[in-house]
Nanobody, 125 residues
Framework: QVQPVESGGGLVQAGDSLRLSCAAS????????VAWFRQGPGKEREFVSG????????FYGDSEKDRFTISRNNARKTVYLQMNSLKPEDTAVYYC??????????????????WGQGTQVTVSS
């Protein structure tokens, strides 16, 4: 069992950058595939990006792959999401999720066992 904790959200202007962090204190966190999801107002939670346990395989949603970069530092038990060229439509609560049931991070919400509390990202135009 792990408890991911997100940080790094905030209010920025369109075109700015943010780096989100997802950290856990449990040493086993390094063995989990981790993904970022987001949920905008009135929308369903959607897959943003995912990374396997070793960090050598990364995955992105269609609208994020040219602007966002996911990475992890297992020595720090932390997964990062670097978001560049932010747009107002990126406004959402961003959640970190972890699973050990899959070698590669799935895109489906239901496949994740552990979730963080979320961090708000607001992009003004």
């Amino acid at each position: 069992q792990v408890q991911p904790v997100e940080s790094g959200g905030g209010l920025v202007q369109a075109g700015d950058s943010l780096r989100l962090s997802c950290a856990a204190s449990e040493p086993t966190f390094i063995s989990y595939a981790v993904a970022w999801f987001r949920q905008g107002p009135g929308k369903e939670r959607e897959f943003v990006s995912g990374i396997n346990w070793s960090g050598d395989k990364t995955f992105y949603g269609d609208s994020e792959k040219d602007r966002f970069t996911i990475s992890r530092n297992n020595a720090r038990k932390t997964v990062y999401l670097q978001m560049n060229s932010l747009k107002p439509e990126d406004t959402a609560v961003y959640y970190c999720a972890a699973t050990r049931a899959f070698l590669e991070p799935p895109r489906e919400v239901d496949h994740y066992d552990y979730w963080g509390q979320g961090t708000q990202v607001t992009v003004s135009s």
